[in-house]
């Protein structure tokens, strides 16, 4: 459905409803590089406990759909224990992605 077909279901206008779906699929859309120089390993959980499931190549970026907390790691942005979720059953390490926080800038899981 696209947003022109967005119709008045519980009395909000539509130019509101649309709004909310362009900023959402926006949020939704914001991707973060891995820092330079870096192939970093995806894993299966939030933690270095968790196997490697894939690694991404030097110069990717990643969608982050939500943030927990796990295993504390260094990086060249940092030292945290926050982990992202870039797809199901697969987390990234924070202190390897540059979001511009050293906190939260996603949902938590």
């Known amino acids: 459905m696209s947003v022109d077909q967005i119709s008045d279901i519980e009395g909000g206008d539509e130019k509101t409803t649309a709004e909310a779906v362009t ?3 926006a949020t939704a859309a914001r ?3 891995v820092a330079p120089g870096y192939r970093l390993n995806v894993r299966s959980g939030p933690g270095t406990g968790y196997s490697v499931v894939r690694a991404l190549p030097e110069g990717a970026r990643v969608q982050i759909n939500c943030q927990t907390p796990g295993t504390r790691v260094s990086g060249p942005y940092g030292t945290s224990n926050i982990w992202d979720n870039i797809g199901s059953g697969q987390y990234v390490a924070d202190a390897y992605i540059r979001t511009g926080s050293d ?7």
């Open 103 to 109: 906190g939260y800038v996603a949902p938590r899981c």
């Open 23 to 25: 900023t959402a699929a």
């Open 31 to 33: 991707s973060y590089p």
